[in-house]
């Protein structure tokens, strides 16, 4: 089965400044996705950012990226310029390739970023 | 706008009574759902995958009989708890995989259900 660790329960960044939430994955797949999500205090779960792991490349979406390794199986969101409407309970998530049920995700058990301005 | 709607968005019932969880895509069909469970200042744990036309898979672990899954159409499934006893109190969330542009479906949440037994 596979999991995921977000090994920091909480994190906080000054307003503007950037800030790095850690995830790490296992798997035996060769074929998966990967994703954060937010849900702020309505906990609405938004879509962050994804990334596939087939492709090299980081990801990338305005503000956000990610640092994907795959070997290490590490998943990393930045979040640059942060603002006080990126405050929410961040989740990292796995999915594996294929539809169907494989559509469900495992999510990690979250990091709670505070915004201070 | 939202493209999965989940209703009710909270519910207050008595200890042993039924109460039922309506997930619908809006533009879209899904012959997939998911139910999650999040208890507070915890992560979603997947409880079922819903299926249209056929029976639910659950998790390990999941009463099948305490949490009844039914996706009878393309666009709507349900989630029934069955004589709620205080331990069922919870946040649950849906999800539906919608099909993009480029042919990656992404999961869409509804906006959850606070259910409080009392």
Known sequence: AQTVTQSQPEMSVQEAETVTLSCTYDTSESDYYLFWYKQPPSRQMILVIRQEAYKQQNATENRFSVNFQKAAKSFSLKISDSQLGDAAMYFCAYRSGGGGSNYKLTFGKGTLLTVNP | ?118
């Open chain 2, 1 to 118: 706008g939202a493209v999965v709607s989940q209703h009710p968005s909270r519910v207050i019932c008595k200890s042993g009574t039924s109460v039922k969880i309506e997930c619908r895509s809006l533009d879209f069909q899904a012959t997939t759902m998911f139910w999650y469970r999040q208890f507070p200042k915890k992560s979603l744990m997947l409880m079922a995958t819903s299926n249209e036309g056929s029976k639910a898979t659950y998790e390990q672990g999941v009463e099948k009989d305490k949490f009844l899954i039914n996706h009878a159409s393309l666009t709507l499934s349900t989630l029934t708890v069955t004589s709620a006893h205080p331990e069922d109190s919870s946040f649950y969330i849906c999800s539906a995989p919608r099909r993009t542009g480029t042919g990656f479906h992404i999961q869409y949440f509804g906006a959850g259900t606070r259910l409080s037994v009392l």
